[in-house]
């Protein structure tokens, strides 16, 4: 032990410098690494025929595809989506199913008010803040938007609880238009296939929105969606019954 060198000798000029570059440069080749194995691999991009093909067999299969989210009118979708945040469709229908019998508007979510609320939805995951948010934007849609949900993305946004997801959802699903959600299934499957790669969901976004066909853009958010949680799973993905499988780029598929 005691042949440990702490010795303030060797603090010569020049050591420092060479150790100083060192470590600026060795950092630096990390995150270019970890940069490089977070990317999507570059795969051919899909021909305008190509994409065509894919969403006409979606077309074909599921003509009109629904989200699964049970809601009664723009408000209930508008609420539904905001208690989904990191939980599954299945879970927040379970608890919505009797909260919206007797809170389907905005003063008879206020009126409910927030400690009833949170009994109604106690199942679903961050329960408290999600319960603080849907009294906060029923009483912001009341005050600002005369009761009604608003039809454009950032009067959407600006209500608590609500975020560019939110407002995709609610934009497509109650108001008809070509939105894209990006959840976790249409990230995976617009990375998987080499539709859309994206380091992001927004870049994933703007990236199907720029490749889909309008005529398809009103249901390939579900189409995706669906694709994913059905089909395209995340560990292990059903490629031998894949309706695109001779189109996915994905080197792993396993057809
Ligand atoms: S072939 Fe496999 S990986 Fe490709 S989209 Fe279909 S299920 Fe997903």
């Known amino acids: ?8 000798a060797p603090r010569k000029a020049p050591v420092p410098k060479k150790k100083a570059k060192a470590t600026v440069a060795r950092p630096r080749a990390l995150a270019k690494k970890s940069l490089k194995a977070t990317k999507p691999k570059s795969t051919k991009p899909w021909t305008p025929a190509e994409i065509h093909e894919v969403f006409s067999r979606f077309r074909k299969a599921n003509p009109e595809p629904k989200g ?58 961050l329960y ?38 939110t407002a995709n959802v609610v934009l497509n699903m109650a108001f008809g238009e070509h939105t894209m959600a990006v959840d976790t299934h249409v990230f995976r499957v617009g990375n998987r296939t080499g539709l859309a790669p994206g380091k992001t969901p927004l870049e994933v976004e703007f990236g199907l929105e720029k ?45």
Not at 78 to 96: F, H, I, M, P, R
Not at 137 to 149: D, Q, R, T
Not at 230 to 244: D, F, G, M, S
């Open 211 to 255: 490749v889909i066909p309008a005529e398809f853009m009103l249901h390939a958010h579900h189409w995706l969606i669906l694709h994913g949680r059905y089909t395209c799973l995340a560990r292990k993905p059903r490629c031998e019954v894949c309706l695109i499988n001779d189109l996915c780029r994905w080197p792993e598929k396993t057809v």
């Open 68 to 125: 699964e989210l049970e809601h009664v009118n723009p408000f209930t979708l508008l609420v539904a989506v905001v208690l989904s945040a990191q939980a599954t469709d299945a879970g927040v229908n379970k608890a919505t199913r009797e909260l919206f019998k007797v809170a389907d508007t905005p003063q008879k979510m206020l009126d409910l008010g927030e400690e009833r609320l949170r009994e109604y939805i106690k199942t679903i995951g």
């Open 128 to 165: 408290r803040t999600k319960a603080k948010n849907v009294i906060a934007l029923s009483a912001k849609v009341l005050a600002e938007f005369g009761g009604k949900v608003p039809r454009t993305r950032a009067e959407i946004e600006s209500l608590p609880g609500a975020g560019r997801k």
């Open 1 to 8: 032990m005691a042949k440990i060198t702490r010795k303030p």
